[in-house]
């Protein structure tokens, strides 16, 4: 009788502390993005404060710096939007918010373009360059989100220079989440 009260207070809870169905503001990425082991929002928030802290962790490396920029894009709505985050200190959007951007900025992505072709493309490009399919990549680059040629493209991700607002938001944030082990609910 126990086990019957207590697996749907345990369920609530968890859910409460989960990722949220995307919105327009908030994409949707699937399980596993940045771990079996680990959710989305903790996942990404530590990803990309590795990626940023230092723009030798992800030099030569495009698939992890594609992945701290989907981070981004993802995070500049989740934190905002889902509860599991009201208590965390508002700069941190703030912060997170002018890191997309000037990502955005960097890499040429359109200012204008939802967050979930920015996530679902990005996460296609980084597909095809883990399993070693160069055409495919350069086809994804070549989309009309990017307002670059493909190779340069591709060379910016393969050299991202150092992004303060990015590295400072993403270790705060990774401060927050650790402050009570990164669950919020």
């Not at 989305?40 to 701290?68: C, E, Y």
């Not at 703030?94 to 992505?109: F, K, P, S, T």
């Not at 307002?147 to 393969?158: D, F, I």
Request: contains cysteine; aromatic residues 6%.
């Amino acid at each position: 009788m126990r086990a019957l009260i207590v697996l749907p207070l345990l369920a609530f809870g968890l859910t409460a502390c989960a990722t949220l169905p995307g919105t327009e503001r908030t994409p949707f990425l699937p399980a596993g993005v940045y771990g079996v082991y680990q959710d989305n929002d903790t996942g990404a928030i530590n990803h990309a404060a590795w990626a940023f802290a230092s723009p030798a962790n992800t030099r030569n490396n495009p698939v992890d710096a594609a992945k701290a920029v989907v981070a981004l894009e993802y995070l500049s709505g989740e934190l905002r939007e889902n509860p599991r985050w009201i208590g965390i200190d508002s700069s941190v959007d703030v912060h997170i918010g002018r890191a997309r951007d000037q990502l955005r900025e960097i890499l040429g992505i359109r200012p204008d373009a939802p967050p979930q072709v920015v996530v679902n493309t990005l996460l296609a490009l980084s597909w095809d360059l883990q399993i070693g399919n160069q055409p495919g990549a350069m086809q994804v680059l070549a989309s009309p989100l990017f307002t670059r040629p493909p190779a340069q493209t591709l060379q910016v991700l393969a050299n991202l220079p150092y992004v303060q607002e990015a590295n400072v938001a993403t270790a705060q944030a990774a401060d927050e989440s650790s402050a009570d082990g990164g669950w919020r609910g």
